[in-house]
């Protein structure tokens, strides 16, 4: 029998909240062993991020290994953010998701 | 020891969570958290029109239920909730507390009001690069960040209530413990721990479950009466977090580590008016069934700055959504929003880049980072800011009128507007804003 493995996503790694200051998108990811942070430390560069956010200003990376989480601070996401935009989602709280999509190159 | 439990974690929280844990917490301290950034810009809105409000509206519910269940003289309460109006909110406290024959000390704490400091001084705001003079819309306020240090002295009066307006939300619970342990005000690995014990607490129920429960990855129990958490704070700054036995929700190393980072972009380096804590040495340890021991704060310097959060008028904000179902329903509603975007420009005078619209169930939320195929439904929801209510009335009347003259099977409109606030930020000196505690006469 013939399978096709399915590509590593984040959300088979770790869980990701997603909090708000301003246009900025702050992304708190938790993995969910030693082993998941090794992996997300190496894939989850801060480049990476920017790309799967269509950002072009840096995004920082903090690395707590001890927790273990990684913390991104995505800038101008939130584009105008709780008061200044008019879709639903001002906070983006919705987005903490679409970094679980994101896959993890093998 | 002392306990510190969370009864809000923000203004339109729940209040059976803090009833519980009135009556059944063995609290020292219940804290409300009820204050946005917009909160108080919108309370100050609010009494520009009645001068007796601009305080949280729910405060009075909360007092109603909560103060019959706390133990008189054992548990104090310490609120945020004077938001634009802190003295007619602890006004309102007393009232409440007169009603249900208690009595009820109530101090209040004022002296965030900004607006005279920043009009004199015309610091730049962080938003637009350029001094406050320079923005054209309407400041209908300015409030500044205290720290703990009024809590404290009103603590101090022996007060049972303490209202606050604008403090920092960890504030609301460091102020407790700068009373009744004495920590000095340049003691900073203690307030770095007090500081880490309320920003786990000053969101309630995102400690317990809320905000982090997934059905799958990670399953809560009993959400429907998820337990609010507290802290047993020892003298040295470390604490023992907890929820109470048969409440919802679970408390463990899972949801304090999602808690501690969430909205911290700096973790080294978590800026508050009353230390800059570094949160990178915080460790967790679950010690029974919904019980962390939480250590490992470290603490430098507070700022010689604190934050202000402005308040500008911003005008009209216009609404109005209608789905679509089946075959082509992203194609007809993308007709739609074609067809009201094209009549709010040419019959009702709206600027086109005023205008927004999102495709609700083709990825909205994801603001086009990761489009969906074809859904079963799409709710079409177009808005635009307007400087009149008139233009932004039109924008809901578009959409309802797209019934009989738009694509076929729209459904369920809906419409709405509201006028709408600015929200920016600057600094000032500390030494230009301080603390006044007012004892509310009975």
């Known amino acids: 029998m013939e399978t096709t493995a399915r590509p590593t996503l984040v959300d088979d790694l770790a869980d990701v909240r997603a909090g708000d200051k301003g246009d900025t998108l702050i992304l708190a990811v938790l993995p969910r062993s030693e082993e998941a942070y090794a992996v997300l430390e190496r894939h989850l560069t801060p480049d990476a991020v920017a790309r799967h956010y269509a950002v072009t200003e840096p995004v ?6 001890h927790l273990p989480a990684l913390v991104f601070r995505v800038p101008s996401v939130l584009a105008g953010g709780v008061t200044g935009y008019s879709g639903l989602d001002g906070h983006g709280k919705t987005l903490s998701y679409h970094l679980l999509m994101m896959t993890v190159e093998p | 020891m002392i306990r510190l439990g969370a009864g809000a974690g923000f203004a339109g929280d729940r209040i059976d969570p803090a009833v519980d844990l009135a009556r059944r917490g063995e609290l020292d301290y219940l804290v409300f958290e009820c204050l946005g950034e917009r ?24 007092m109603r239920a909560v103060l019959p269940a706390v133990e008189p003289g054992r548990t104090r309460i310490v609120t945020n909730s004077g938001a634009a109006n802190p003295l007619a909110a602890g006004r309102a406290v007393a009232a409440v507390a007169r009603g249900l024959g208690r009595p009820t000390k109530v101090a209040v704490v004022t002296g965030d009001d900004a607006l005279e400091a920043v009009r004199r001084l015309d610091p730049v705001v962080w938003e637009t690069g350029e001094p406050l003079s320079r923005c054209d819309d309407e400041l209908v306020s300015a409030n500044a960040y205290l720290g703990a240090d009024g809590i404290r002295q009103a603590l101090a009066t022996g007060a049972d209530v303490v209202v606050t307006g604008r403090v920092a939300d960890p504030a609301l619970y460091l102020g407790p413990l700068l009373h009744e342990y004495a920590w000095a005000d340049d003691d900073w690995p203690r307030l770095a721990a ?19 429960a997934d059905p799958v990855t990670k399953p809560v129990a009993g959400m429907a009466r998820l337990g609010f958490p507290f802290a047993d704070v020892r003298p040295d700054g470390t604490a023992t977090l907890g ?20 909205e911290v ?80 420009v040419a019959v009702h005078g709206l600027e086109a880049d005023a205008i927004g619209v999102e495709l609700v169930g083709t990825g909205a939320a994801f603001r086009g980072l990761a489009p969906a195929s074809d859904p079963l439904e799409v709710r079409l ?25 738009g694509p076929a099977g729209g459904g369920g409109a809906r419409k709405g507007t509201q006028q709408t606030l600015v929200v920016r930020s600057c600094l000032v000196p500390r030494d230009l804003v301080a603390p006044t505690v007012t004892v509310m006469e009975d």
């Open chain 1, 60 to 65: 920082v990376r903090t690395e707590l290994p």
């Open chain 2, 39 to 62: 909160t108080v810009a919108a309370g100050q809105l609010r009494r520009l029109t009645d001068p007796r409000s601009g305080y949280d509206p729910l405060l009075e519910a909360r």
């Open chain 2, 194 to 212: 007090g500081t880490v014990v309320g920003h786990l607490l000053e969101c309630a129920g995102q400690l317990t479950g809320g905000y982090f």
């Open chain 2, 243 to 262: 929820k109470l036995a048969e409440s919802g929700g679970r408390l463990d190393v899972r949801t304090c580590t999602e808690q501690l980072l969430y």
């Open chain 2, 265 to 344: 972009d700096q973790p080294r380096a978590y800026l508050t008016p009353d230390v800059v804590a570094d949160f990178s040495g915080v460790s967790f340890r679950e010690t029974g069934t919904d019980r962390v021991e939480v250590g490992g704060a470290r603490g430098e310097p507070r700022p010689d700055e604190l934050k202000v959060t402005l308040g500008f008028r911003g005008g009209w904000l216009g609404e109005g959504q209608i789905s679509y179902a089946g075959p082509r329903a992203r194609e007809r509603a993308e007709l739609a929003a074609e067809i009201v975007r094209e009549r709010l």
């Open chain 2, 381 to 405: 929801r177009v808005t635009a800011r307007t400087t009149d209510a008139v233009r932004a009335e039109a924008v809901g009347w578009e959409v309802e009128s797209l019934y009989t003259n």
